[in-house]
């Protein structure tokens, strides 16, 4: 009971309790006064009476709704009405599949401008001036290129995810102790296989810092440009909630988005522990 | 006379020196090494010791002068020339073994994985990590991983070893007992061995002949003192030979007094000089003198013919 673990996760269930009671207290009291005028705003929602005046549900209502959402996470009753298991996959394979293309792209060519200081040099100013821009400013140029909403999507995830990674692998590569490329040269080794059997390995910690980074951006970009494509994914779904104004819907999938992000760091956190290693 | 195993001949490094001018390091350095010979060099920090070692493993480029060894230029590292650095540089994300067969498949790449692990478990087992294999090199200690460094570099039986003081950085304890190790495994594999060191006794009791370098910058291998004492040697008893004590006083005079000033023969080569011949330094031990005589004859006979 008195481990520094258990009091901080006792503290956590506190705090939560805590919040969550401020927040159904909160919403509890501003649906009182019911009887005021409906603005014009609730009258075009068609609501009359309490029942249909917009609030935010409380903790309650969301939790019931998430459970209900979570019972039956595949369900398809077409474009408007998917589970919101469908929805994450959608968004979870094209981070996967942008993120996977731009690690293609990024390790090979960080692993050429960390260990040849002309492509350094060449390359570096291209790098510092795409790397501020934000993802979705590619958005229409991908759209009118690519021609393809998913696609697009797909892009924006590689535009935003390349540049941790490749800026990582090339600072890893470049710093790479001389002592173990000393190692490798003087066990003749060629380019190749220095680079696979020394340099990968002495890198990988800084590598997979980049790519650490990388999954988080590319989580936090998927839910906007899914928004701005439509059609599926988690994105899509809050905005769609929010047009539906099912705000309980709306809150449920911003705690999913969490989730799913948290999970993401946390697998290349256990693979960021696999390639380190203590000097 | 036969061509030498290693020729090294009037080498030299010159540095910018950061105020638009040079600085060499050292100059017309000329040497050679027999085959199977273990010659140590010492001389004062800043004499570009390294710099020499790392020329002759080719991980360094000199500015003027060349390396031969068995009759070809060495330009670019080579699995014929083992290296084993102060800071062990061993690969911290393989274990012990791993270290190892990393070197021994780059040396035989045909070889099957039983073979390399076979043969690289030999050597392990020659510096005493039998144990301790499937350690990783933050599990070990600074003896241990300087073991590693040291059986690696001799599993790939390299036919210049260079040692770049593999000790320094090792307790006195611990150095002792890897200098034994080092004896032992070079009385077996007799390998040509080349070593800095700042330690006169280490060099007494590995070496054949020791080079002396003078201070730089412009530093020369100044002397080359030939170690005539009998082997096996060992650190329990080496002290009660005296030509020991011949030798040691000779380094250490040439250390304190002598290094800022001493230059090679008129050729640039490396004055030889055995000090069991000549007459003794510290004049408080006359009776080691006398005691020694017998052997001088015997090795001034070797000194003529060398």
Not at chain 1, 4 to 17: E, K, P, Y
Not at chain 1, 251 to 271: E, H, K, Q, Y
Request: aromatic share 8%; hydrophobic share 45%.
């Amino acid at each position: 009971m008195n481990s520094l673990a258990m009091r901080g996760s006792l503290l956590s269930l506190v705090f939560l309790v805590v919040m969550l009671g401020l927040w159904e207290l909160a919403t509890a009291t501003s649906g009182g006064g019911g009887t005021a005028e409906l603005s014009e705003y609730e009258l075009l929602m068609g609501g009359a009476g309490d029942e249909g005046v917009a609030r935010v549900p409380p903790p309650s209502a969301v939790i019931s709704h998430a459970i209900a959402e979570l019972a039956n996470p595949f369900y398809d009753n077409g474009p408007n009405d998917k589970g919101i298991g469908i929805q994450l996959a959608y968004s979870i394979y094209r981070v996967i599949t942008g993120y996977s293309m731009a690690l293609a792209v990024a390790l090979p060519l960080g692993f050429v401008i960390g260990m040849s200081p002309l492509m350094y040099k060449a390359l570096n100013p291209y790098i510092q001036v795409l790397r501020p821009i934000s993802p979705l400013a590619w958005m229409p140029l991908a759209l009118f290129i690519i021609q393809d909403s998913e696609r697009s999507a797909i892009f924006v995830i590689f535009i935003c995810s390349i540049w941790p990674m490749l800026l990582n692998t090339a600072f890893g590569v470049a710093n790479v102790r001389q002592d173990w490329i000393n190692v490798a040269r003087t066990h003749e080794l060629g380019p190749l296989r220095t680079a696979v059997t020394v340099i990968l390995p002495a890198a990988a910690p800084t590598i997979l810092t980049g790519m650490r980074i990388s999954i988080g951006i590319a989580w936090l970009v998927i839910v906007a440009a899914e928004m701005l494509v439509g059609g599926t994914g988690i994105g899509y779904y809050v905005w769609n909630e929010w047009n539906n104004l099912d705000l309980a819907s709306v809150i449920f999938s911003i705690l999913m988005i969490g989730v799913v992000g948290m999970l993401l760091d946390m697998a290349l956190g256990r693979a960021q522990r696999l390639v380190e290693f203590k000097e | 006379m036969s061509k030498p195993f290693l020729e090294v001949d009037n080498l030299a490094k010159v540095f910018a020196d950061g105020q638009g001018g040079e600085l060499t390091v050292f100059d017309e350095v000329s040497f050679a090494l027999n085959k199977g010979e273990f010659v140590c060099i010492i001389g004062h920090s800043g004499c570009g010791k390294s710099t020499i070692l790392n020329v002759l493993a080719g991980l360094d480029e000199a500015s003027k002068g060349n390396v031969i060894m068995n009759g070809k230029e060495v330009s670019g590292p080579s699995l014929e020339r083992g290296v084993v650095f102060q800071n062990y540089s061993l690969l911290p994300w393989m274990t012990a073994l791993k270290n190892i067969m990393f070197g021994v498949r780059a040396r035989w790449p045909g070889w099957s994985r039983e073979q390399v692990r076979t043969h690289s478990e030999r050597y392990l087992t020659m510096v005493g990590l039998d144990k301790a294999m499937h350690r990783k090199p933050s599990q070990l200690s600074g003896g241990m991983r300087q073991r590693v460094s040291i059986a690696r570099a001799f599993a790939t039986q390299p036919e210049l070893l260079l040692l770049d003081e593999p000790f320094g950085a090792l307790d006195a304890l611990t150095r002792g007992v890897i200098q034994d190790e080092l004896v032992k495994i070079w009385s077996e594999t007799q390998q040509t061995v080349f070593m800095i060191t700042h330690d006169v006794d280490e060099a007494i009791l590995l070496s054949d002949r020791i080079f002396l370098m003078s201070n730089g910058p412009h530093a020369r291998i100044a002397e080359s003192v030939k170690v005539n004492i009998n082997r096996p040697r060992s650190r329990a008893t080496i002290f009660q030979d005296p030509a020991y004590h011949r030798v040691r006083d000779y380094l250490v005079d040439f250390l304190v007094n002598r290094s800022g000033t001493a230059t090679p023969d008129t050729q640039g080569k490396p004055r030889v000089v055995d000090p069991t011949l000549l007459p003794p330094v510290s004049p408080q031990r006359p009776a080691e003198a006398s005691a020694c005589e017998e052997s001088n004859t015997e090795s001034a006979a070797r000194a003529v013919n060398a």
